[in-house]
């Protein structure tokens, strides 16, 4: 069992900064493959970036280059680093463990001037 709590969201406005984190517990995360999910209202949920065990990574087109993910495996902890926040980045935030049925609750991120 891992549960997941997800914070750092909020309101920002467009060109701004925000750091999200994931709190795994119950179990380590370090042999898994973590994932940062976003839906926006009215739309799927979509993959925004995940982070291997090993360190790689991969991103959705739309936030490459402004956003990076990170994990501290010690902390049993994961990372959303975004950039240049943009108003179509507004939605909630889940932190995933990738192939599992774990899901954290979300942190909304609301990108307006």
């Known amino acids: 069992q891992v549960q997941l709590v997800e914070s750092g969201g909020g309101l920002v406005q467009p060109g701004g900064s925000l750091r999200l984190s994931c709190a795994a517990s119950g179990s380590i995360i370090s042999p898994y493959t973590m994932g940062w999910y976003r839906q926006a209202p009215g739309k799927e949920r979509e993959l925004v970036a995940r982070i291997a065990s090993f360190g790689g990574t991969n991103y959705a087109d739309s936030v490459k280059g402004r956003f990076t993910i990170s994990r501290d495996n010690a902390k049993k902890a994961v990372y959303l680093e975004m950039n240049g926040l943009r108003p179509e980045d507004t939605a909630v935030y889940y932190c995933?463990?990738?192939?599992?049925?774990?899901w954290g609750k979300g942190t909304l991120v609301t990108v307006s001037s």
């Open positions: 995933h463990v990738l192939n599992s049925n774990y």
